[in-house]
Protein backbone atom coordinates (compact mmCIF):
# COMPACT_ATOMS: atom_id res chain seq x y z
CA UNK A 1 0.00 0.00 0.00
CA UNK A 2 1.50 3.53 -1.24
CA UNK A 3 1.80 6.21 1.96
CA UNK A 4 0.10 8.98 1.60
CA UNK A 5 2.37 11.97 0.68
CA UNK A 6 1.81 15.48 2.34
CA UNK A 7 0.59 18.18 0.69
CA UNK A 8 3.70 20.07 0.42
CA UNK A 9 5.58 17.47 -0.95
CA UNK A 10 2.53 16.81 -4.00
CA UNK A 11 3.15 20.04 -4.32
CA UNK A 12 6.78 20.30 -4.84
CA UNK A 13 6.42 17.09 -7.04
CA UNK A 14 3.80 19.14 -9.41
CA UNK A 15 6.14 21.92 -9.50
CA UNK A 16 9.09 19.81 -10.47
CA UNK A 17 7.40 17.54 -12.64
CA UNK A 18 6.25 20.93 -14.40
CA UNK A 19 9.65 22.68 -15.20
CA UNK A 20 11.37 19.35 -16.47
CA UNK A 21 8.22 19.63 -19.00
CA UNK A 22 8.62 22.99 -19.48
CA UNK A 23 12.65 22.21 -19.51
CA UNK A 24 11.76 19.55 -22.37
CA UNK A 25 9.58 21.23 -24.55
CA UNK A 26 12.07 24.35 -24.79
CA UNK A 27 14.71 22.38 -25.88
CA UNK A 28 12.92 20.70 -28.37
CA UNK A 29 11.93 23.65 -29.89
CA UNK A 30 15.60 25.24 -29.84
CA UNK A 31 16.57 21.93 -31.59
CA UNK A 32 13.74 22.42 -34.14
CA UNK A 33 14.96 26.24 -34.30
CA UNK A 34 18.57 25.45 -34.86
CA UNK A 35 18.33 22.78 -37.36
CA UNK A 36 14.79 22.61 -38.64
CA UNK A 37 15.69 26.29 -40.94
CA UNK A 38 18.00 26.05 -44.06
CA UNK A 39 20.73 28.60 -44.00
CA UNK A 40 19.01 30.76 -46.78
CA UNK A 41 15.63 31.46 -46.84
CA UNK A 42 13.87 29.09 -50.00
CA UNK A 43 13.87 31.02 -53.08
CA UNK A 44 16.74 34.06 -52.38
CA UNK A 45 19.20 32.57 -54.36
CA UNK A 46 22.93 33.22 -53.75
CA UNK A 47 26.56 32.31 -55.25
CA UNK A 48 27.25 28.90 -53.91
CA UNK A 49 30.87 27.68 -53.19
CA UNK A 50 30.70 23.95 -54.97
CA UNK A 51 34.71 23.06 -53.48
CA UNK A 52 38.01 23.25 -54.51
CA UNK A 53 38.46 23.44 -58.46
CA UNK A 54 41.82 21.07 -58.72
CA UNK A 55 39.44 18.14 -56.26
CA UNK A 56 36.29 18.74 -57.99
CA UNK A 57 37.90 18.24 -61.67
CA UNK A 58 39.94 15.55 -60.92
CA UNK A 59 36.16 13.87 -59.04
CA UNK A 60 34.39 14.69 -61.68
CA UNK A 61 36.94 13.53 -64.46
CA UNK A 62 37.54 9.89 -63.19
CA UNK A 63 34.31 9.22 -61.15
CA UNK A 64 31.32 10.83 -62.35
CA UNK A 65 29.24 14.27 -61.84
CA UNK A 66 28.82 15.20 -58.51
CA UNK A 67 25.23 16.55 -57.24
CA UNK A 68 24.58 19.15 -54.81
CA UNK A 69 20.62 19.89 -53.73
CA UNK A 70 19.86 22.74 -53.43
CA UNK A 71 20.57 24.96 -50.18
CA UNK A 72 17.34 26.65 -49.13
CA UNK A 73 15.95 23.50 -49.75
CA UNK A 74 13.99 24.66 -52.99
CA UNK A 75 14.40 23.08 -56.59
CA UNK A 76 17.38 24.30 -57.53
CA UNK A 77 19.47 21.67 -56.99
CA UNK A 78 22.30 20.66 -59.44
CA UNK A 79 25.07 18.74 -60.69
CA UNK A 80 28.86 19.99 -61.40
CA UNK A 81 30.27 18.34 -64.75
CA UNK A 82 32.89 19.39 -67.42
CA UNK A 83 32.09 20.18 -71.06
CA UNK A 84 35.11 20.47 -73.08
CA UNK A 85 37.31 20.93 -70.00
CA UNK A 86 35.00 23.54 -68.35
CA UNK A 87 33.28 23.61 -65.44
CA UNK A 88 29.17 23.43 -65.67
CA UNK A 89 26.28 23.43 -63.21
CA UNK A 90 23.50 21.15 -64.46
CA UNK A 91 19.84 22.08 -62.84
CA UNK A 92 18.87 18.24 -62.32
CA UNK A 93 15.27 19.64 -63.49
CA UNK A 94 15.00 17.88 -67.00
CA UNK A 95 13.70 19.73 -69.82
CA UNK A 96 9.91 19.43 -69.87
CA UNK A 97 9.79 17.66 -66.51
CA UNK A 98 9.46 18.70 -63.02
CA UNK A 99 11.78 18.55 -59.41
CA UNK A 100 9.68 14.96 -58.98
CA UNK A 101 11.70 13.60 -61.64
CA UNK A 102 15.42 15.31 -61.72
CA UNK A 103 18.18 13.80 -63.51
CA UNK A 104 20.85 11.03 -62.23
CA UNK A 105 23.80 10.05 -63.60
CA UNK A 106 23.97 6.09 -64.80
CA UNK A 107 26.79 4.52 -64.02
CA UNK A 108 26.38 1.80 -66.24
CA UNK A 109 26.07 3.84 -69.24
CA UNK A 110 28.03 7.04 -68.18
CA UNK A 111 25.32 9.48 -69.14
CA UNK A 112 22.46 11.62 -67.19
CA UNK A 113 19.08 10.55 -67.02
CA UNK A 114 15.92 11.34 -65.18
CA UNK A 115 13.43 8.81 -63.60
CA UNK A 116 11.90 7.43 -66.91
CA UNK A 117 15.31 6.11 -67.97
CA UNK A 118 15.41 9.45 -70.51
CA UNK A 119 18.90 9.64 -71.30
CA UNK A 120 19.95 13.37 -71.48
CA UNK A 121 23.77 15.17 -72.99
CA UNK A 122 24.54 17.70 -70.61
CA UNK A 123 24.36 20.01 -73.57
CA UNK A 124 20.77 19.45 -73.31
CA UNK A 125 20.12 20.88 -69.89
CA UNK A 126 19.60 24.37 -68.22
CA UNK A 127 22.28 25.49 -66.52
CA UNK A 128 23.35 28.01 -63.80
CA UNK A 129 26.36 30.16 -64.31
CA UNK A 130 29.63 28.90 -63.01
CA UNK A 131 32.96 30.22 -62.31
CA UNK A 132 36.23 29.49 -61.19
CA UNK A 133 37.91 32.36 -58.52
CA UNK A 134 41.01 31.92 -56.89
CA UNK A 135 40.58 27.95 -57.21
CA UNK A 136 37.22 27.55 -56.15
CA UNK A 137 34.52 26.60 -58.17
CA UNK A 138 31.52 28.94 -57.89
CA UNK A 139 27.77 28.16 -58.90
CA UNK A 140 25.05 31.51 -59.26
CA UNK A 141 22.07 30.09 -58.25
CA UNK A 142 20.42 33.09 -58.54
CA UNK A 143 19.48 32.54 -62.50
CA UNK A 144 18.54 29.52 -64.23
CA UNK A 145 20.48 29.86 -67.80
CA UNK A 146 18.87 27.33 -71.10
CA UNK A 147 20.56 24.80 -71.75
CA UNK A 148 24.00 24.96 -74.52
CA UNK A 149 21.86 22.84 -76.68
CA UNK A 150 17.95 22.88 -75.94
CA UNK A 151 15.89 19.26 -76.67
CA UNK A 152 13.32 18.99 -79.34
Given at each position: ????V?P?????L????A????????????I???????????G?Y???????A???????AT??P???A???????????A???G???A?????PG???????D???????????R???????????F?TE??D?V????????????????
Amino acid sequence: MLARVPPAQRRMLILVAAAAVAAGIFVGVAILLASGRPAVRPGRYEPFVAGNAATLGQMVATEQPIFYADPTGGTRGFAVALEDGDFVALHVVPPGGSAACPIDWDLRDKRFEDCRDTPFASEQLRRFKTEVTDGVVIVDLRAIEPAARPTG
